[in-house]
């Protein structure tokens, strides 16, 4: 396992990863997690094969989780990525939009809605090749964002062109060295009744 060989950096959440807030790649993530069709939605596949579907064409490759639910049965993924992007991991995170929650009636609604569920957070672990690396918590930048989302969704919703607020906690990776890494990584909120997390066996080449 490569991670012997050199020190594990993470992005400080004051930071600015390629120009842009540590918050602003959160947003960037949502919508490349929801406006991809469920049928080769990434946070739906279990063994990794549609990982690459809409990646950002540079600097950054976006891991995912698994939409929340009571199942502590978590997706095992194998994946290849390219050298030279930094790695975004979603350890636990919430969103919330009007389509979604339409009795959320106004920002400050979706704002509260997310800081009150992140805030019921029992779990957020991530390891990398068996080394404990802290989340952190980021909220979205701005903090109303543009969101698109997909008509074949996950919540079983209409999609759409839409706004949303979020939160949670992240694990942003400088880069990594080529080599093998195993990451996994599993978060619980309302006080345990959601669950989300992955496995990936992942190989940087």
């Not at 950002?56 to 993924?77: C, D, M, Q, T, V």
């Amino acid at each position: 396992m490569a991670l012997a060989d050199q020190t594990l950096e993470t992005f400080h959440k004051d930071s600015k990863p390629y120009g842009k807030s540590y918050g602003f790649w959160t947003t960037e993530w949502w919508n490349w997690a929801l406006s991809v069709p469920q049928n080769i939605n990434p946070v739906v596949d279990e063994e990794g094969k549609n990982w690459n579907i809409n990646q950002p064409s540079s600097n950054i490759w976006f891991l995912a989780g698994r939409f929340g639910s009571s199942e502590k049965k978590y997706p095992h993924r194998k994946i290849e990525v390219s050298f030279g992007r930094s790695i975004l991991i979603p350890v636990l995170n919430c969103e919330a939009n009007p389509l979604e929650y339409p009795q959320l009636n106004t920002h400050e609604d979706l704002v509260n809605h997310v800081f009150h569920d992140v805030n019921t957070v029992v779990k957020k672990e991530c390891y990398i090749n068996g080394v404990k690396v802290e989340p952190k918590r980021i909220t979205s930048d701005p903090a109303i964002f543009s969101l698109t989302i997909n008509n074949d969704n996950f919540f079983g919703i209409k999609g759409g062109q839409t706004y949303a607020a979020a939160d949670g906690y992240w694990v942003f990776l400088k880069l990594l060295d080529k080599g093998k890494y195993s990451i996994s990584f599993e978060g619980s909120c309302e006080f345990g009744k959601l669950n989300a997390g992955a496995e990936y066996e992942l190989k940087v080449i």
